[in-house]
């Protein structure tokens, strides 16, 4: 009865903490083709956190990244976002730069940076920069671009 009522939602809003347990959980239920047809039908997906991470390209940009290690085909998200990693709660002081240049030279996956309160917007043809302060793209040649409010996504 979950799934039917679900799928006469018109949008769907997913908050969690623990990045790779949601996946699993979502992987391991009917929820991931929830998640599939809210996609196929352009229906709103919001969240943040973990779920946010989700449907991005692949999670290892998580926090709790250190928790699990998963081989690379358990731990692809959705891309629902044009072939990017995210990386959530990113800090202007530039702590986890190290680690994003890391991430993009072995995963060969581009990450965009989202610090609090600043989301992405898809609106059928671009990816829009939205919320309080820039996002940053650490691009394929490990250079770290900031993208401003209002701009869209290269």
């Given at each position: ?9 018109d ?5 969690w903490?623990n990045?790779?347990r ?13 998640i ?8 709103p997906i919001?969240?943040g956190?973990a779920w ?15 928790i ?7 731990s ?23 680690e ?9 996956i581009?990450v ?28 394929m ?8 409010v209002?701009?869209?996504?290269p």
């Amino acid at each position: 009865h979950t799934q039917n009522y679900l799928n006469h939602n018109d949008t769907n809003y997913i908050w969690w903490v623990n990045t790779f347990r949601l996946l699993k959980l979502i992987k391991e239920t009917w929820f991931s083709q929830i998640i599939e047809q809210f996609s196929a039908h352009n229906k709103p997906i919001y969240g943040g956190s973990a779920w946010a991470i989700i449907i991005w390209k692949e999670i290892h940009t998580a926090e709790d990244k250190n928790i699990v290690k998963l081989w690379f085909n358990e731990s692809l998200g959705f891309n629902l976002c044009n072939d990017y990693a995210i990386a959530c709660h990113y800090s202007w002081s530039n702590s986890f730069d190290n680690e994003i240049v890391d991430y993009v030279r072995y995963f060969q996956i581009p990450v965009l940076c989202l610090p609090e309160w600043t989301w992405v917007v898809y609106d059928g043809h671009n990816y829009t920069i939205q919320g309080n302060t820039s996002a940053f793209l650490f691009d394929m040649s490990l250079h770290k671009t900031e993208i401003k409010v209002g701009e869209n996504l290269p």
